[in-house]
């Protein structure tokens, strides 16, 4: 799973502190430093709205 998150976001941390909590593997990716590309976006679009 990929999480993107902004370091200085609050939610992100306890986000992040949560699934290590309860095992579950993640990528983590500093929003700020590498933005999602224009494709990403669409992909994840696709996949929010089933018509993947």
Do not use: D
């Amino acid at each position: 799973m990929k999480v993107l998150v902004y370091r200085k976001c609050s939610t992100c941390q306890k986000a992040l502190k949560w699934l290590e909590a309860h095992g579950i593997a993640f990528e983590e990716r500093a929003i700020v430093e590498e933005n999602p590309t224009y494709e990403e976006l669409k992909e994840w679009h696709a996949m929010r709205s089933g018509s993947r």
